[in-house]
């Protein structure tokens, strides 16, 4: 019970810290999204579906963009989406990390 409660602390502490990153790229994604669904006459919710969708790489394909610029705007969104996600799985990782050391009571990493 311990390790999941250093686990959640540190991980929350992580989250806080990258709070400002995260909103900024969370905000990016869900611009461009807009502005893809703005030129491709979608409504709002299914701009932000897309968006969304494809920032985590999932690619429902549920919809796609027909121009060419529209299209450019998806590689960016698919960009600024693994910089997302590898923050919140970097994260985990160190709040693993070091939830583990700490139940353990060593400084040092955990070498196999």
């Known amino acids: 019970m311990k390790f999941l409660l250093d686990f959640i602390t540190i991980y929350s502490q992580g989250v806080y810290f990258l709070l400002p990153l995260f909103g900024a790229l969370l905000g990016i994604i869900v611009v461009l999204g807009l502005r893809i669904g703005y030129l491709e006459g ?19 394909g549920t919809l796609h963009p027909t121009e060419r610029r529209t299209r ?7 960009l600024f989406g693994v910089l997302f996600v590898g923050l919140v799985v970097s994260i985990g990782l160190e709040a693993v990390s070091h939830a583990f050391r700490q139940a353990r009571g060593v400084s040092a990493p955990i070498i196999p």
């Open 42 to 60: 979608w409504h709002f919710a299914d701009s932000v579906y897309y968006a969304l969708v494809c920032a985590t790489s999932l690619g429902a």
């Open 72 to 78: 450019w705007m998806t590689v960016a969104i698919s």
